[in-house]
Structures are given as structure tokens and as C-alpha cells.
């Protein structure tokens, strides 16, 4: 198992900037794949960005394509989404998922960080 934690949430006005960052523990983190997602009030759970074990696949919701960049360092544990250009529908609580492949399920999650663009 690995344990995800994550950090670097707030709130910032339209047009700003935010790195979330997502620490994780236990297994060999560049065994899995790296998922951020993200669930707003009332609203059900989406996907945002995926990267592969190396870092060298990534994927991103339309939403989101040429704002947000998922990165990530093996050597330090750590994926990122650098968030640019916020809008207050980025409003959300985001959450890093790990899996051993894209032909498994997000089985190990974060507790989320609270992401806040007032409108």
C-alpha cells in the first residue's frame, strides 16, 4: 500500500496560481501510476490529470487542458499539479490517487486539499 498526502491548497483569485503537491509513503512510488481528481459541492468526483510511472505519459481533462501540468519526482516521492489561470469552476477539493496500472482502478487516495476561486 502506499499513503498519499496531500498539500499547497487555498484560495487565490481568478487568474492565479496554485502548485498542489502530493507526498507518498510506503510502496515504491515510481511502481504506480499517479492520478489527481477533484469533487466540488453537490457535484460527483472527476477525473483532472493522470501521469504515467515515469512521467513521460500524461493526460488531462478537457477542462483543465493548457492550465494545469501533473509532474512528478520519483526521487522525492512527489507528484504535482501546478494549477495557472484559475477560474472560480476550479473551485474544488482536489485529490491524488495512486494505481499499479491503467488497467486498475484508483485504489489508494489522499484526503484532498481544499482548492477555493472565489468568483
Known amino acids: 500500500q502506499v499513503q498519499l498526502v496531500e498539500s499547497g491548497g487555498g484560495l487565490v483569485q481568478a487568474g492565479g496560481s496554485l502548485r498542489l503537491s502530493c507526498a507518498a509513503s510506503?510502496?515504491?512510488?515510481?511502481?504506480?501510476?499517479m492520478g489527481w481528481f477533484r469533487q466540488a459541492p453537490g457535484k460527483e468526483r472527476e477525473f483532472v490529470a493522470s501521469i504515467s510511472r515515469s512521467g513521460d505519459i500524461t493526460t488531462y481533462a478537457d477542462s483543465v487542458k493548457g492550465r494545469f501540468t501533473i509532474s512528478r519526482d520519483n526521487a522525492k516521492n512527489t507528484v504535482y499539479l501546478q494549477m495557472n489561470s484559475l477560474k472560480p469552476e476550479d473551485t474544488a477539493v482536489y485529490y491524488c490517487?495512486?494505481?499499479?496500472?491503467?488497467?486498475?482502478?484508483?485504489?489508494?487516495w489522499g484526503q484532498g486539499t481544499q482548492v477555493t476561486v472565489p468568483s
Open positions: 510506503g510502496r515504491t512510488f515510481s511502481s504506480y501510476v
Open positions: 490517487a495512486a494505481r499499479l496500472s491503467p488497467s486498475y482502478e484508483y485504489k489508494n
